[in-house]
Structures are given as structure tokens and as C-alpha cells.
């Protein structure tokens, strides 16, 4: 029986429609029409109402470190992440086996798909690879330097291995670190950016007004490179040449792969939802520090940290 043969109706078949990869019929297809209407009316709205932050990073395959960390972070934050990937690492937490640079084509294009339809709020940058990365970053920036900007000159992996070369660093000084609304170097980091030799808080602060000599807005020297055995003591400097020390107790573990991607995209998602520079670090500074103490102790060197730990300690 042919369906308009159906008895009490008179049924006309609804044409099989096509569009992209999907393959709509009858009723499907008229929901499909109101979903696209409904999507279009709340555009507007939901761009509004959810920060979209991005990352531009490495991936890291043991998912504790780069692209894999800043997406947690971000989601435990409440903000919507978008991902720029630089690189491909093979990765775990014994070291860094591999390094694989996305092409700088590819790297553009991911830019400029996420541009033509996100409204991104915050940026941050981890692992950029070498100066060519630096130099895109900087020349794609350039129209967007409104949205606030997050830099963690990314150079070393926990285990030792290089992530940044060396001719990188000076690119890094000169065309990237003076667009960050806030720049996150550790110790060794920012002892590189700025050749200043780091052994107190003194020699901290010094570097970080060398940075914003430089052209960073506000800088944070975090201290968990031990200049005190007992404390890690965080240094922000603000745009406005106000001191802020942010200091939490040590933790005794080896398990501390990403803490650095972590802290940074934090920031950018705290900045993306509206808060100050301050509140941001001091968020982020916390949800660090939870994230550490309740380590997971997973894999057999530098383990990653827990990234719903602050959510459950403030629940």
C-alpha cells in the first residue's frame, strides 16, 4: 500500500532534502527549520551571556599539560573553551618523546575560523613552538587587542625538555610579551626574558618591572621554583605599579605536570568572565594550589594535577 493509499488521509510523500552531510525527511526536516530559526534568535543572547575563551597551544598527549589542561580548566571555570592547536606532542609524564609543529597555514586558519563566528573574550598562549608561531601570534593579534591576552612563555616541560628554542626567546621579548594584558613566567622563565639572575623577592621584583618596562601590563612571577622551602610565593605586579604577594603553603609531590598551563588559562577564564586582573590571579592562585594538594597519582613521573578540585573544595 503506497502511503497516500493510507485509508482516511490523503498523505502526499515529503521530499528527502539533502544539505551539508545531513539527510533530512518529513517532520525532521520542518524541526531542523525551527531549530535553525530558534538558534538564530538566541545567537545574539548566548553570545553574550557565554564567555568564550580561547587557547593557543600544544596538545599534550598524557592530557595533563597544554590544550587537554587549559579545556579543563575552562569548563571547571564555566566558560566555553576554544582551542588553537601549535603542536602535537607525544607526551606522557616521563617527558616529551616527540614534537610536532602544526603548520603555520593550519595555525592561521584555526585563528580565523574561531574569529569569523566566536565572541571570544579572553586569549591565552602556552607552548608557541619557535619565533615563526610568536610572529603569526603577534600579526593576528594586532586586530583584536581588545580582548584581553594571557601569555605563559611556555619554554620548559617538567620533565627537562625544551619546549622553546632558543632563538624563540628573543621574539618572544620583543614582539609577543609586550601585548600581554598578563604574562606568567616562573623563576627560570623569567630569569630568561630578562637576564636578571632570580634569588629573592627583591630580584623578583625587579624582573616583573622589567617586563612591564617591556611593555606587559601586569606581570605575575610565580615563586613555586623554591626561593622558600616552605611557601610558594606568587609576585603581581599591576598596571597601576601595585605590589600583590600571594602566598600558599608548599606541597611535597613530584606531581605537578601543567600547573603552569593551569594557573594561565584560569586567569583567561576569569578575564573572560569580567573580573578584575586581581581577582583573576587570586582565583586562579587557589584553584592551583587545590588542584596540587589533591593530586590524582597518575603515571610513574611528573603526574598532572586535579583539575575539579577547587570546584568540590568551594561546593
Wanted: aromatic share 6%; net charge negative; charged share 20%.
Amino acid at each position: 500500500m503506497k502511503a497516500n493509499d493510507c485509508p482516511g488521509s490523503r498523505l502526499t510523500p515529503l521530499p528527502l532534502i539533502f544539505s551539508g552531510s545531513f539527510l533530512f525527511s518529513g517532520s525532521h526536516y520542518f524541526s531542523s527549520l525551527k531549530l535553525a530559526n530558534n538558534q538564530a534568535e538566541r545567537k545574539d543572547k548566548t553570545m553574550t551571556q557565554i564567555p568564550q575563551v580561547l587557547t593557543i597551544a600544544g596538545s599534550d598527549s598524557g592530557g595533563g599539560a597544554g590544550i587537554q589542561a587549559d579545556l579543563k580548566t575552562f569548563q571547571e571555570r564555566d566558560v566555553f573553551g576554544l582551542s588553537v592547536i601549535t603542536a602535537v606532542t607525544a607526551q606522557n609524564t616521563l617527558g616529551v618523546q616527540a614534537v610536532h609543529p602544526v603548520p603555520l597555514d593550519s595555525v592561521r586558519n584555526q585563528w580565523d575560523s574561531i574569529f569569523t563566528d566566536f565572541n571570544v573574550s579572553a586569549i591565552k598562549t602556552g607552548m608557541l613552538v619557535n619565533g615563526d608561531y610568536m610572529e603569526l601570534m603577534s600579526e593576528v593579534y594586532s586586530g583584536f587587542t581588545a580582548i584581553p591576552l594571557v601569555i605563559d612563555p611556555v619554554m620548559i616541560a617538567k620533565g627537562g625538555h625544551s619546549l622553546m628554542e632558543e632563538t624563540a626567546i628573543q621574539v618572544m621579548k620583543d614582539k609577543l610579551a609586550p601585548l600581554a594584558h598578563v604574562i606568567t613566567p616562573n623563576i627560570p622563565e623569567a630569569e630568561a626574558l630578562t637576564g636578571i639572575a632570580i634569588e629573592s623577592k627583591a630580584d623578583m621584583l625587579e624582573a616583573a618591572k622589567n617586563l612591564q618596562a617591556n611593555g606587559s601590563r601586569n606581570v605575575v612571577i610565580k615563586g613555586g621554583h623554591a626561593l622558600d622551602k616552605d611557601k610558594a610565593e606568587d609576585l603581581l605586579l599591576l598596571e597601576n605599579g601595585e605590589r600583590v604577594w600571594l602566598s600558599t603553603e608548599r606541597i611535597d609531590t613530584k606531581d605537578t605536570h601543567g600547573t603552569g598551563c593551569t594557573f594561565s588559562a584560569c586567569i583567561a577564564a576569569e578575564l573572560g568572565k569580567g573580573q578584575t586582573v586581581e581577582q583573576a590571579v587570586r582565583t586562579a592562585k587557589a584553584y592551583i594550589q587545590a588542584a596540587i594538594k589533591n593530586g590524582l597519582d597518575i603515571g610513574h613521573g611528573h603526574g598532572p594535577t586535579n583539575h575539579w578540585a577547587y570546584r568540590k573544595e568551594v561546593q
